[in-house]
């Protein structure tokens, strides 16, 4: 009998897990920048698409592989990872959150139309700082952005993109953000993401 893989899309018409060669290439034929890889078991296959791409694929995957969250002590395991991803510039945006240590996706918003990464950045910070008040959970939250960090202490979304129809309900979930900020405070610890020396956060989409 042939040995069955099973194949993970990280950037392809529809990301995810497929069962099939067919179904794979069905996402990523033709497809510009698609990232894909096959794996022996469902279950590495799941673990690895909530995982950077570049832990599995391209020529710096053997060393990355290596540097795994659970060996670099100064990393709180115990804590909520956010990210955005956006597709142009403005383009289409999804933002996430991630628990660091299982690599579970705790939230995801998106897509958006006519976005930025910088707004998906602090949408997500906000959108984790809520979650974790209304849960009341004491965990830190990671992100890699220096603005999203900036924007949410001065309670404010300092972005210059423009307020179009295609954008009406990103420009709502700002003000919605904007406001949750102006009325709630909180305990929650934002550390910054070393992407240098740590690797990708969790949270990231891998579509770099």
């Not at 060669?21 to 794996?39: H, L, M, P, R, T």
């Not at 670099?72 to 383009?91: H, R």
């Not at 933002?95 to 918003?109: A, D």
Request: hydrophobic fraction near 35%.
């Amino acid at each position: 009998m042939a040995k069955k893989n099973f194949y993970v899309v990280w950037n392809g018409v529809t990301p995810g897990v497929y069962s099939s060669w067919a179904e794979c290439k069905a996402q990523v034929e033709g497809y510009d920048g698609a990232i894909y890889k096959s794996f022996p078991t469902k279950e590495t296959a799941e673990k690895a698409y909530n995982e950077s791409p570049w832990l599995y694929v391209g020529k710096n995957a053997e060393k990355k592989k290596a540097i795994s969250i659970n060996s670099i002590p100064e990393i709180i395991k115990d804590s909520l990872s956010v990210d955005a991803a956006c597709s142009g510039n403005p383009g289409l945006l999804e933002y996430r959150g991630v628990y660091v240590k299982s690599g579970e996706e705790v939230f995801k918003q998106g897509p958006f139309e006519r976005g930025t990464n910088n707004i998906g950045e602090f949408l997500a910070l906000v959108h984790g700082l809520a979650l974790l008040k209304q849960k009341g959970y004491s965990i830190p939250i990671y992100t890699d952005s220096v603005n999203a960090i900036k924007w949410v202490r001065e309670k404010k979304c300092k972005t210059k993109l423009e307020r179009v129809p295609e954008n009406e309900s990103l420009f709502y979930m700002i003000e919605r953000a904007e406001k949750w900020l102006r009325e709630n405070t909180y305990t929650t610890q934002i550390i910054k993401w070393q992407t240098d020396k740590w690797g990708e956060i969790p949270a990231d989409f891998g579509r770099k």
